[in-house]
């Protein structure tokens, strides 16, 4: 009866108009670049290992970098680059042994086609020779490395390689 | 008569009470918006004419630089102010950056040629710093300090940028650098490697005024 009065429909209005105009987000909202980016590394696999316990076995990590991205190789042409690293927390049930990383290749920037880095792009693996402990292991391997693209650097990164250990 | 007039003043009442609510949410959302680019002033790549390379544009042009007060090598403070009246390019690099260290002899040569007209470079270290321990420290600032002189840079080298990359806009990528006019008022910047002659002509900008 009174929604039918012009003066209340009017307020009614106006509540719905006001009501979804009123989001609480700020006025402009933008992604920072850092989480918009796509991560430079990503682990590939294996995700699952069955390996004899106590006896070390050679297993090949697969690593892909992002398109239009390099990381430095293991061994990178100067002392200052930081080294493409993998590493296994100790007290995790397995241990890295050794591990054999493969050759970089070269690269140069454009604004300096001298000076020769050596790097990896798409898709690489590392051999690791590792000896796990009897039982199941969720191993979080860790790989350092630091990323570029042909202008610009990011800094250094550790990315999680979890794997699925079983020591029989 | 007197219902209707008791339901206008009520009508005009809560209509005033939502449009107080709306501006008062607008003011909000404004100023969240303010706070939000001030925290996180990242800039973005704009195209030039046909052919060139995008353009780095720092929502921080035209704009105050950043105060800042940074350590030295030594463990000197050296701060922003310290170069008022002084046409400056701010430099963020790091040892690991290997576009930094092509545009190093670039900046040394540059510095070397403008510094009579009152140009100087402040290059900041993003190399990371544990603080927490002494021994890493100290080898942290020595790895900066061979690279510095293995570079010859002849400017003041400050270390710990990490503490100011936010209000010079979250710097995820090296190298960055602010060129800043004698007022204190950033008039160009760059983000990665360029050429010699595009951070001269930069370096030129900040010294027209």
């Given at each position: 009866m009174?929604?039918?009065?012009?003066?209340?429909?009017?307020?009614?209005?106006?509540?719905l108009a006001l009501?979804?105009?009123?989001?609480?987000e700020p006025l402009f909202d933008k992604?920072?670049?850092?989480?918009?980016?796509?991560?430079?590394v990503e682990y590939l696999y294996p995700e699952q290992l069955t390996l004899p316990a106590g006896k070390p076995t050679k297993v090949a990590l697969h690593f892909r970098v992002a398109p239009g991205l390099h990381i430095n190789s293991h061994s990178p042409s100067e002392?200052?680059?930081?080294?493409t690293t993998l590493s296994i927390p100790e007290d995790s049930g397995v241990?890295?042994?050794?591990?054999?990383?493969?050759?970089?290749?070269?690269?140069?920037?454009?604004?300096?086609?001298?000076?020769k880095l050596n790097v990896y792009t798409g898709e690489f693996a590392i051999q690791a020779r590792i000896v796990a402990t009897a039982g199941n292991h969720l191993v979080e391997a860790h790989l350092r490395y630091q990323a570029c693209d042909q202008n610009t650097c990011m800094p250094p990164k550790t990315i999680t390689a979890a794997i699925d250990v079983v020591g029989n | 008569m007197k219902r209707n007039t008791l339901v206008l003043t009520a009508v005009l009442f809560i209509l005033a009470t939502f449009a107080w609510a709306g501006w008062a949410n607008f003011e909000y959302r404004k100023q969240a918006t303010e706070r939000l680019l001030a925290?996180?002033?990242?800039?973005?790549?704009?195209?030039?004419?046909?052919g060139d390379a995008a353009q780095y544009l720092s929502p921080l042009q035209g704009k105050s630089a950043p105060a800042f007060t940074l350590e030295d090598l030594s463990g000197k403070k050296v701060s922003l102010a310290d170069y008022k009246g002084k046409a400056l390019l701010i430099n963020f690099w790091a040892t690991w950056c290997a576009p930094c260290k092509i545009e190093t002899p670039w900046m040394v040569?540059?510095?070397?040629?403008?510094?009579?007209q009152g140009f100087e470079i402040l290059a900041v270290s993003m190399d990371d710093l544990d603080r927490g321990e002494p021994e890493k420290l100290s080898?942290?600032?020595?790895?900066?300090?061979?690279?510095?002189?293995?570079?010859?840079?002849?400017?003041?080298?400050?270390?710990?940028?990490?503490?100011?990359?936010?209000?010079?806009?979250?710097?995820?990528?090296?190298?960055?650098?602010?060129?800043?006019d004698r007022n204190g008022t950033i008039v160009a910047s760059q983000l990665g490697l360029t050429s010699k002659d595009e951070i001269e002509a930069k370096i030129k900008q900040s010294l027209a005024k």
């Open positions: 009174i929604a039918r009065h012009p003066a209340i429909r009017i307020a009614i209005a106006a509540l009501a979804s105009a009123s989001a609480q992604p920072s670049r850092s989480a918009s980016k796509p991560p430079a002392e200052e680059l930081i080294a241990r890295l042994e050794s591990a054999v990383y493969p050759p970089g290749t070269d690269f140069a920037l454009p604004l300096d086609p001298k000076t | 925290s996180a002033a990242q800039g973005e790549l704009v195209p030039t004419a046909a040569e540059l510095r070397n040629q403008y510094s009579a080898a942290e600032k020595k790895e900066i300090a061979a690279f510095v002189q293995k570079m010859k840079m002849p400017y003041p080298v400050l270390i710990g940028g990490d503490s100011i990359s936010k209000p010079y806009g979250g710097l995820d990528d090296l190298p960055t650098s602010f060129f800043v």
